[in-house]
């Protein structure tokens, strides 16, 4: 089974930039799609992106859409997440995981596997 690690986390002042990198342990493409979720301090753990292995198309939740863009390379074993125009609501703990079942459904947890231990990024003056 694929491992994750990400990594690129960091403090940042709002309105600045991160790109995190989810490097997996095996081929991505034995997986439908790669997903970025985040959980904040007392909150649930939330869908934020998602693309496919087949061909790179991608999902957003609204809470990042225009600010955050997910992308993919297949060679490298590697999805990446750039973040934009951060704000404070940002801060939390960044996964990725793989998608098991395709489709990219972000909404829930249910079907992705092999997750990382995280990166942290923190929105602050």
């Known amino acids: 089974q694929v491992q994750f690690v990400e990594s690129g986390g960091g403090l940042v002042q709002p309105g600045g930039s991160l790109r995190l990198s989810c490097i997996a342990s095996?081929?991505?493409?034995?997986?439908?799609?790669i997903g970025w979720f985040r959980q904040a301090p007392g909150k649930e753990r939330e869908g934020i992106a998602c693309?496919?292995?087949?061909?790179?198309?991608?999902v957003y939740a609204d809470s990042v859409k225009g600010r955050f863009t997910i992308s993919r390379d297949i060679d490298k074993d590697t999805v990446y997440l750039q973040l934009n125009g951060l704000k404070p609501e940002d801060t939390a703990v960044y996964y990725c995981?793989?998608?098991?079942?395709?489709?990219?459904?972000?909404?829930?947890?249910?079907?992705?596997?092999?997750w990382g231990q995280g990166t942290q990024v923190t929105v602050s003056s």
């Open positions: 693309i496919s292995v087949i061909d790179g198309s991608a």
């Open positions: 095996a081929v991505t493409s034995h997986y439908y799609a």
């Open positions: 995981a793989a998608d098991s079942r395709g489709g990219c459904g972000i909404a829930t947890t249910y079907g992705f596997v092999s």
